[in-house]
């Protein structure tokens, strides 16, 4: 058994829209939050500047803790790994990210991002056990602020 540490963002726009990503890997079509893995020798904080970056060239601005998981989460691609995920709050720099539409599920393997509203979201929106945890406290903190 060895853990795998995760890392992701959680972007909601001036439009009360959350960012998400859909991804064709592994032979699998999934919907999730942007982020990934956090890399040997690499800091939670770290990793998530770096995944932002890469994924879709952004800065962050400032970025708040929101959740991690305390229980035990086998991963959906490698049975003998535990994921541990980090969630946080995250504000980016004014950018010029260009989202283009696409149709879901895609097969091309790679990645791309789309803003969905958070009232319509639900937990099936989203593949894996931990991020439709993390989906419904982001909907009871965003309402309790609206």
Do not use: C
């Amino acid at each position: 058994m060895k853990f795998n540490l995760r890392v992701y963002a959680l972007i909601i726009n001036e439009a009360n829209q959350l960012l998400l990503s859909d991804e064709f890997r592994f032979g699998h079509f999934f919907t999730k939050f942007p982020g990934g893995g956090i890399e040997p020798g690499e800091g939670i904080i770290d990793a998530l500047h770096r995944e932002l970056f890469e994924e879709m060239n952004l800065k962050i601005n400032e970025a708040i803790p929101f959740y991690y998981n305390d229980f035990y989460q086998e991963s959906a691609f490698r049975t003998e790994d535990q994921i541990v995920s980090f969630y946080y709050l995250v504000k980016i720099e004014p950018s010029k990210m260009k989202l283009h539409s696409y149709s879901i599920p895609f097969s091309e393997e790679g990645e791309k991002q789309r803003w969905v509203a958070i009232n319509d979201l639900t937990g099936n929106d989203l593949t894996f056990p931990i991020d439709k945890i993390v989906l419904s406290k982001l909907k009871k903190k965003y309402q309790k602020t609206i």
